[in-house]
Each structure stands twice: as C-alpha cells, then as structure tokens.
C-alpha cells in the first residue's frame, strides 16, 4: 500500500520494537546490567522521565514496559491534553487496578504540561495506583516540577550514531525489499536524520516509494526525493562546515550582520541549536577571551535560556549573544598562550617542582624544606610579592601576552608594572 493510502500505516510504526532485543541503539540503558535492562529482568518497575531529542525510541521504551509488566499501557499528549485527560488517565488506572492490572501512565512532551498539571500527579504516583513516565526533549531540571522530579529516575537517551542509523535502514530495506542503498546516499541519509529514527525511515520509505524499478538506492534519487531539505542543511556534508565556519569566521571579524546572517541560514536549515550555542561559547572562549570576560557568560546564558525556552522563542537568545561577540573586542591570547604551554609541558621535561612553592603538611617535609622561604603574597606591599618565581628551574618563556584591545590593554599594562617590580627586585638581590 502507497504511502499516504487510507489505512497505511508508516514504516516507522510498522518497525517500532515489539521486543527489548529489538530496539536499536541506548545500550547504556539497555546493555547488559544497565539501568532500564535491570528493571526489566527483575520486574521492578519504577516512574521515571525519559529525557532526549526526537525519534530515539522513548515512546517505544514506555510501551514494551508497560507490555513487559501486562500493564495498563495509558497514553497522554502534554500537547493535546490537559486536566480532562488526566482525570481519565487516573479513572482508567483505578480500573485497572480493580481487575489486577498495574497501570502506566505515559506523558508525552510533559515539559508542556504547567506545574499545576504536573502537581496532578503526584497523589496517585505516591499510592502506587500508576507507574508515571514522562518524556521530553528538554532538560527535565527546568521543566519538570521537582516534586515530581524527586519522585522518578530520569534517564538520558542519547541521539542514534551513524552504526545504529545503518542498521536501522537495513531493517527498513529488508521490511520493504528495497533494492541496496549506495554508501554515499546512506552516509547523506543519516546526516540528515541527525540521530532521528523516525526522520530517517519516514525519509527512507518516501524514497522507496519513489523509486520505482531503480536497480540501486543512490544520491541523485535521494536528492529527488527530500528536494530542498536535503540541499539546504546537510550535516554529513560540506556545507553544515562552511556555515559553521562562515559564522564563526563572521564573529571573529566583527560583523554582527554577517553573523546573523549565517547564524539564521544554519538553524532555518534544520542545525541542532544546541551544537550552536556550544560554538558560540567556544568562540567567546577562543576569539574574545580576556578582552571581555562577560562574553563567555553572555554565550552560557544564552546556552541555558535556549535550553529553557527551546525553539522558535530560544534562538533569540542565541542571536543576541552572537551580536555580543561579533562586536565585543578581540583577542585570542589565552588561546595562543594554552596552545603554546601545552605544546611546550609535552616535549619539556619533568622539571621538579620548587622547593619553596611545595606543600609541607609534616614534619619530615619541613625537614627537607618544602615551603621554605615562601613569601605569602597577602604579607607584601600591594599584595604582590616582587621578585618571587613560581615557574620551575630554566623556564624563561612568556607564554601570555594580552593583546592591545578591550580589557586586556589594562591587564598588559597591570602586568608590565609587576616585571618592572620584579627586575627591580631581582637587581636588589644581585646587590
């Protein structure tokens, strides 16, 4: 039957697991002697909230529970649903708890739900009259009532790799006996489902269906098929890095416009808004760095309020901090200065440390001199102690340099005045 007949039904329902062993992908929850696997095998079923991105199986986990256990298997959409369907939800449980039954409640997107709703559920969760599962995509710390939180296990489902996408459309392929897919067309498939079992078979069976007699499944067919989607963001392919890197290269040069610009194409092409905003953080680190400290805050926040609000309303966040580092001032010192430290320790030696610079916690260490002649910082005029060495023996190189620009000017020259402390103090010692 074609899809989009009446009474098809998609491939992705048709391959949802009957069984654990067929799940594919989460084996840090369903491997041998992990969490979800330990609750299946001993039958201790427990309320828990499944927390992760689209389409890695966290309705599909709920229901083989609820089968596992010959549950009462009670759907909520926190979308659809509201105090109504809770109310039925719970009438449901008690029934089932007339005949014997165990009962689990499923809510869908629970973050959707407001504190009241959520409140709803913990007098029956508390007397065992259901098992509650939530999911979610967002992070259950912020969206989900602690009350309710205290009160359930939350497990982290991770997006499916590359292996388990490639698994997954052997298994369609041989559900729908399709011809054999080229490893370039499954290579821009699994990109463009990015960890999203539901995406890559809906995708999968659209391109089946338009395959006709094709001896092969290959790119050029794959184009045809997703059209624009595929062309527009692909995150396998060249053009997901030469946006990143537009946009970065666009921050490092100043140009707030550009910046948004490409900060705009990437996420209306479909990129992970939460792999933006850590590149952001990493150019705020990288590009900014000490010439303006508020910068690297900036792009936490703005990480954390799009964790909160999610998309449309969270990217704003994202594009204010991108503003703030395309025009904050520039300056790749520390960058340059780690880089240069950790390629000097790696060829270096294992210099010891100073005697006067090491701990002396006992009495046989004070024998041997740890710690003496240490001069306290605080004790010292302007609490900084002139001529003092904290590097080891021979280490001469200057691995910092502040650069000419934002607060790092007035840090260069905070530095500056403390080596001409130190010469002077050095030249009195050599006195």
């Known amino acids: 039957m074609a899809p989009g007949a009446p009474g098809h039904v998609p491939l992705a329902e048709r ?7 067929e799940v594919i992908g989460q084996q840090h929850l369903l491997g041998p002697g992990k969490p979800l696997r330990r609750a299946f095998e001993t039958g201790r079923l427990h309320s828990m909230i499944l927390w992760g991105p689209p389409g890695v199986g966290k309705t599909t986990l709920a229901r083989l529970m609820a089968q596992a256990f010959d549950a009462e298997f009670i759907v909520i959409s926190a979308v659809l649903g509201g105090v109504k369907e809770i109310r039925e939800a719970v009438e449901r449980a008690r029934a089932a708890q007339a005949t014997g039954r165990a009962a689990v409640v499923f809510v869908d997107e629970v973050h959707r739900f407001n504190k009241a709703q959520q409140d709803a559920f913990l007098p029956h969760v508390e007397s065992g009259l259901f098992t509650f599962i939530g999911a979610t995509t967002e992070n259950p710390s912020f969206e989900v009532n602690a009350a ?7 497990h982290v489902l991770k997006a499916l790799g590359d292996e388990d996408m490639r698994s997954l459309i052997e298994r369609a392929r ?19 489902a990015d960890g999203d079992a539901r995406r890559l078979l809906n995708a999968f069976e659209n391109l089946v269906a338009l395959a006709g007699n094709a001896p092969e499944l290959d790119e050029p067919l794959l184009e045809r098929t997703l059209g624009e989607q595929l062309r527009r963001y692909d995150k396998g392919g060249d053009q997901f890095y030469d946006s990143i890197s537009a946009l970065h290269k666009s921050v490092r040069g100043s140009d707030p416009d550009a910046t948004l610009y490409w ?9 992970d808004a939460r792999y933006v905003a850590r590149r952001l953080i990493r150019m705020a680190a990288e590009d900014i760095g000490l010439a303006d400290p508020r910068a690297l805050r900036l792009a936490l926040d703005a990480a954390e309020t799009y964790e909160r609000l999610g998309s449309p309303e969270g990217e704003l966040a994202l594009a204010e901090a991108a503003v703030y580092l395309a025009v904050a001032p520039k ?9 240069a430290v950790r390629a000097f320790v790696k060829h270096d030696g294992t210099r010891p440390v100073p005697l006067h610079l090491r701990n002396a916690p006992t009495a046989l260490m004070k ?9 306290y910082a605080h004790d010292e005029t302007g609490a900084y102690a002139a001529g003092e060495r904290y590097l080891p023996e021979g280490v001469e190189e200057r691995f910092y340099e502040p650069a000419p620009r934002g ?9 500056a005045e403390l080596r001409r402390l130190d010469a002077a103090a050095r030249q009195d010692d050599d006195r």
Do not use: C, F
């Open 263 to 271: 900060l705009a194409r990437m996420l209306d092409g479909g990129a």
């Open 15 to 21: 391959l949802r697991p009957h069984t654990l062993d």
């Open 367 to 375: 024998q041997l001199d740890h710690g003496r002649g240490y001069r």
């Open 148 to 154: 309710l939180l205290s009160r359930a296990t939350v």
């Open 331 to 339: 300056s790749n010192a520390v960058y340059k200065a780690w880089g």
């Open 174 to 192: 041989q559900a729908l006996q399709a011809p054999p897919m080229s490893e370039a067309a499954q290579a821009r498939l699994t990109g463009y």
């Open 407 to 415: 607060l790092e000017i007035k840090i260069g020259e905070k530095l």
